[in-house]
């Protein structure tokens, strides 16, 4: 789907909110990923933890800013990590790391909002 600008989409509906845009892996560790990747070229499933492990990053950020009154609009979050990881070939079951991730609305939004 990266015809359809969801990245694009999700900061002008952040900048409308008067909030921020986050995403997985995250700014820091997107600076990182292409010697991340090369480095786990070989195995599906140390990608998929540590995209899990972003998500697990990001999500306590957006905790953080939500409960200070920040609107939080997520980009790439832990649905799309394990489906990408699957698609990729991860055998890990990622869905174990749910319970750790922080409470969404059911539309998406946090429930600190």
């Known amino acids: 789907m990266k015809c359809f600008k969801k990245t694009t989409i999700g900061r002008a509906l952040a900048e409308r909110l008067r909030g921020i845009a986050l995403n997985t892996p995250g700014d820091e560790l997107r600076q ?23 998500v697990l990053a ?8 939500t409960s200070e009154g920040t609107p ?31 409470a969404r609305h059911p539309l998406g939004m946090s429930e600190a909002m």
């Not at 990001?58 to 800013?65: D, F, I, P, T, V």
């Not at 997520?74 to 991730?101: E, P, Q």
Request: glycine share 4%.
């Open 58 to 65: 990001q999500g306590e950020r957006a905790r953080k800013l």
């Open 72 to 102: 939080v609009v997520m980009d790439r979050y832990y649905l799309s990590t394990v489906s990408y990881a699957k698609a990729r070939g991860a055998t890990v079951d990622l869905t174990s790391v749910a319970a750790a991730v922080p």
């Open 32 to 54: 990182m990923r292409s010697k991340i990747h090369e480095a786990l070229r070989h195995d599906q499933n140390a990608r998929a933890t540590f995209y899990m492990a972003s």
